[in-house]
Structures are given as C-alpha cells and as structure tokens.
C-alpha cells in the first residue's frame, strides 16, 4: 500500500515547525513509524509533512537543574543506550529495549510515541511513573504540561494542533529509587497487551502506571495508594493488586478480552512490585 500524495518539508528550526504546523492539514513527521502506517492505510491524509529530524539539539539527552531533558527526536534506541539515562533512569533503559524490533526502536522516537498516544505504546507508562513533564511550544511559547494530564483518551492529548513536543523532563530521583517495566507483550508487534511501570522512591512514595489495559496509559492511584510508604511484602503486595483498576474502563478486542487483560495488568502488577521490593 502506498500513501497519498503529500509534500514534503525538512526543517531546521522548532519555530519554522511551529509555522507550518499553522495550515492545518500539516503534520510533524518524526521516525515515521506510526505516522506512516497510518498514512498508508489512508487512515491518515495530510497534505504535507514536516520533517523535524535536522531540527539540532532536538535529539539531545542531558542533565539540566536537577532535570534529566530527553529532547524529543531522541529515537528508542539513542534512550537506551545512554550512560545518563542508565545511570538515573533504568527504567526507561529498561522499558526502550522492549519497544518493537530494532529498526522500530532505531527509528520511532520518543515525540513521537508520546504525540501518538497509542493506548498500547510503552513511553506514556514510563513517563507517567517517573513523574515527567512534557515540554511543548507553539505559536504563544513554551509551556510544560505534567505527564498526569497529558493523555486525555484513545489517540489524543492536551498538545493543541499547532503546538510540538520538544523534550521530555523527568526530576533526576533521589539515590535508592527503585524501578521496573513488566510488560506482556502482542507477540507480533511487541505493542503491550497490559504492562505496569513502577517507581519506588527512597522515601517509600511509589508510582504506578499502566497502559495497554484502558484507552490512554494511566497512573493507578487507588494502588499507589495501598503501597506507598509501606514496607513492600505480601500484604501491601495483595492490597495494591486488589486495589488496582477500580473504575477503570478496561479495553477488549481481538487479542484480548477485559476479563483476560484486566488479570494481565494484575499479575504484571504483582511482578513489578516484586521487582522493586
Ligand atoms: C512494527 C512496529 C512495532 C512497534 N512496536 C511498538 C512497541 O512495542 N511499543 C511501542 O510503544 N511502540 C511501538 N511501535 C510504535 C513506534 O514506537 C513509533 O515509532 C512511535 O509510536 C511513534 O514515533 P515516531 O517517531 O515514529 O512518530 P511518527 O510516526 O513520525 O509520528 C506519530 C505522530 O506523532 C506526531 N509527532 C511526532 N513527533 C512529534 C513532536 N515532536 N511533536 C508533536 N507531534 C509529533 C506526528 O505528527 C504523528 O501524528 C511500533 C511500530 C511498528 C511499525
């Protein structure tokens, strides 16, 4: 299957991005990895891509007052294999070598997962446990919008249609945070049936999120709450699974029944809690 015709423009600046993103059957293309799927399957017609991947500085990964900043064109693979973020963030370490295949992840990018909100994406659950902010701009400047608020519902976010995504911001975590993903992957795809991330800190607060279980990944309070600032055994282990997805609207479909998906976020629950214990 072949796209439609589109034009195509290849920027250097965020601002000349910004002023293209003004007519509105423009889009950003990033890594193309879902954006382009789409396109083919004329899911998706825009009249022109904008390609932010000479956009300088937009691939950076670095330390800045107290934040680690992952710019946005970061691809899966340039997360993965950094010291800095494998120094003080193992579970994005952890959770980019289970995004796909090692094209996707050498191609798909961070932006660009984020702005694609796909129910089953693996970022927006690492992102949301570890506590980010997604810095975005457009037309009126900069603003950073919390993880927490940023996925609104199936395939969309807070990002309004003229604004882009230039970095991710996550607070270095104090020394003895712990971390994991667990994720049960579609055996096709590797996209997540049901995955859980959790970060524990040293103080004992936790954060839990998930996605591939509702229409956008989420924190799960109501299982932060049954564990944070308790000793992590069985009992608070059992409190926080039986605790997790209470009003939740869980997703079915032909890989998986709610039923099968909601026991999958539960067990996957209990394998993270496990891992940070
Ligand atoms: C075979 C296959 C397997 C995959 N498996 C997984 C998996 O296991 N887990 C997983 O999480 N993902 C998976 N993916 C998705 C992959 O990670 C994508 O690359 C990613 O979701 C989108 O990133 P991209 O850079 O390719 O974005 P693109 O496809 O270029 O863009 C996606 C959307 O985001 C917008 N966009 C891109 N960048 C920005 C930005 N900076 N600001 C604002 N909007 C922006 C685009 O306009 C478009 O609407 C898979 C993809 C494929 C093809």
């Known amino acids: ?8 423009e290849k920027v250097t600046t965020v601002d000349e991005a910004i002023a293209a993103l003004s007519n509105d059957d423009t889009k950003i293309l990033a890594g193309g990895h879902s954006l382009i799927p789409a396109m083919k399957l004329r899911l998706n017609r825009p009249a022109k891509l904008v390609d932010i991947g000479g956009i300088r500085g937009l691939k950076d ?24 973020i494998r120094h003080h963030l193992p579970l994005f370490t952890e959770g980019a070598a289970m995004i796909g295949d090692m ?32 810095e975005v701009q457009g037309p009126n400047g900069r603003r950073r919008i919390p993880a927490t608020e940023f996925f609104t519902g199936l395939f969309s976010t807070a990002l309004e249609p003229n604004e882009i995504i230039t970095a991710v ?5 104090a020394n003895g945070a712990k971390s994991t993903y667990q994720k049960f992957a579609q055996p096709a795809s590797r996209f997540a049936l049901a995955a859980c991330a959790v970060m524990r800190f040293a103080d004992g607060k936790t954060n839990i999120a998930f996605t591939g279980v509702g229409e956008n990944a989420f924190r799960d309070t109501g299982a932060e709450q049954a564990i944070t600032g308790k000793a992590i055994d069985e009992n608070t282990i059992n409190a926080a699974v039986n605790a997790a997805l ?13 039923a099968y998906r909601k026991h999958l ?10 891992m940070v214990k």
């Open 246 to 258: 209470e009003g939740v609207t869980v997703m079915s479909d032909h890989y998986a029944s709610e």
């Open 61 to 84: 990964i670095k330390e800045e007052d107290g934040e680690i900043v992952i710019g946005a064109a970061a691809s899966h693979a340039d997360i993965m294999y950094h010291t800095l």
């Open 1 to 8: 299957m072949i796209p439609a015709t589109f034009e195509y």
């Open 103 to 134: 094209q996707v992840r050498n191609h798909g990018t961070i932006g660009g997962s984020l702005a694609h909100a796909d129910p089953a994406a693996d970022w927006p659950a690492m992102v949301l446990a570890a506590g980010a902010a997604i």
């Open 265 to 274: 976020a539960k067990v996957y629950l209990k394998k993270a809690l496990m």
């Open 169 to 173: 911001r996550i607070p270095v975590p």
